[in-house]
């Protein structure tokens, strides 16, 4: 069974940085696609960024395209999300997620497993 927990929420101002962490345990984040979503208030969750399998690459949603980066640690099983230039539509909650798929080409992704989430939230 994978575990996923999240940290590395908080409180930040417009214009700041949060750097989140997904420790994983159960299954490892090379084999397993990982990637993270996000959930703000009376919106549908939605994808953010994922980590192909093995290193084939990253893909991210276009608003955050330039000011986020997502990472690995493969020695750790932990996955990061470094976040820059923050602004309050920033707000929600962020959830790792590993066996990131897609049905189809062009589909939103999707995933097996989930964390709980952590809450980020950007003052104005």
């Known amino acids: 069974q994978v575990q996923l927990v999240e940290s590395g929420g908080g409180l930040v101002q417009a214009g700041g940085s949060l750097r989140l962490s997904c420790a994983a345990s159960?299954?490892?984040?090379?084999?397993?696609?990982p990637g993270w979503f996000r959930q703000s208030p009376g919106k549908e969750r939605e994808f953010v960024a994922a980590i192909g399998a093995g290193d084939s690459g990253t893909i991210y949603a276009d608003f955050v395209k330039g000011r986020f980066t997502i990472s690995r640690d493969k020695t750790k099983n932990t996955l990061y999300l470094q976040m820059n230039s923050l602004t309050p539509e920033d707000t929600a909650l962020y959830f790792c997620?590993?066996?990131?798929?897609?049905?189809?080409?062009?589909?939103?992704?999707?995933?097996?497993?989930w964390g709980k989430g952590t809450l980020v939230t950007v003052s104005s």
């Open positions: 159960g299954h490892d984040l090379v084999t397993t696609p």
């Open positions: 997620a590993a066996g990131v798929y897609t049905d189809y080409e062009g589909a939103p992704p999707d995933a097996y497993y």
